[in-house]
């Protein structure tokens, strides 16, 4: 039933810019902590930025001042702008839906590749 459907990656060279997609069926979305997690080949998953249901933002290091994280209640969908890309920003990207010690979802992730 629920289901988190993400897209937008691709091949970019450094300096680029992408925009993921997250959208979100079967779940309430005004109620769901949404956010975009990176994992690198033989890496750990590691949490790239969140929104709360309130639209306050948390962003890793890395990423502060490079990616914006938004959600479009409308299209029950949220959104990762990435600019300036880097290589090391390569990973398969993984939207998530939570709400503490009620639901916890994940997409299938796509893969974002930027080439220097």
């Known amino acids: 039933q629920v289901q988190l459907v993400e897209s937008g990656g691709g091949l970019v060279q450094a300096g680029g810019s992408l925009r993921l997609s997250c959208a979100a069926s079967?779940?309430?979305?005004?109620?769901?902590?949404m956010a975009w997690y990176r994992q690198a080949p033989g890496k750990k998953r590691e949490l790239v930025a969140s929104?709360?249901?309130?639209?306050?933002?948390n962003y890793e290091d890395s990423g502060k001042g490079r990616f914006t994280i938004s959600r479009d209640s409308a299209k029950n969908t949220v959104y990762l702008q990435m600019n300036s890309l880097k290589p090391e920003d390569t990973g398969v990207y993984y939207c998530?839906?939570?709400?503490?010690?009620?639901?916890?979802?994940w997409g299938q992730g796509t893969q974002v590749t930027v080439s220097s």
């Open positions: 079967g779940i309430i979305f005004s109620s769901s902590n």
């Open positions: 998530r839906a939570s709400k503490t010690a009620i639901f916890d979802f």
């Open positions: 929104i709360t249901t309130a639209g306050t933002t």
